[in-house]
């Protein structure tokens, strides 16, 4: 079992930044791949960007460049940092561990992130 915990979000200016955590429980986190994903009102669910254990990055066309994902498995924490930041990337950021190979598929509570003068 793995428990996810997000935080980092907040009300920022357009063209600002925020980092996002993801921390979670579990000695073998390090396994894991990590995804951020967010949900906007009234939209569905969409992948940010994912990190695999062994650290390939993968990354939503809307946000390249202006995103980048990163884990410290020392710390068994995911981050998601966000730079340039627009209105549209107002939504509500989750964090998902999925264990390769396995049904193991877990998700954090979201934070919110909201983008606006």
């Known amino acids: 079992q793995v428990q996810l915990v997000e935080s980092g979000g907040g009300l920022v200016q357009p063209g600002g930044s925020l980092r996002l955590s993801c921390a979670a429980s579990g000695s073998i986190f390090n396994i894991y791949v990590v995804g951020w994903y967010r949900q906007a009102p009234g939209k569905q669910r969409e992948l940010v960007a994912t990190?695999?254990?062994?650290?390939?990055?993968n990354y939503a066309d809307s946000v390249k460049g202006r995103f980048t994902i990163s884990r410290d498995n020392a710390k068994n924490t995911v981050y998601l940092q966000m730079n340039s930041l627009k209105p549209e990337d107002t939504a509500v950021y989750y964090c998902n561990a999925e264990r390769p190979y396995s049904k193991e598929n877990y998700w954090g509570q979201g934070t919110q992130v909201t983008v606006s003068s």
């Open positions: 990190i695999s254990s062994g650290g390939s990055t």
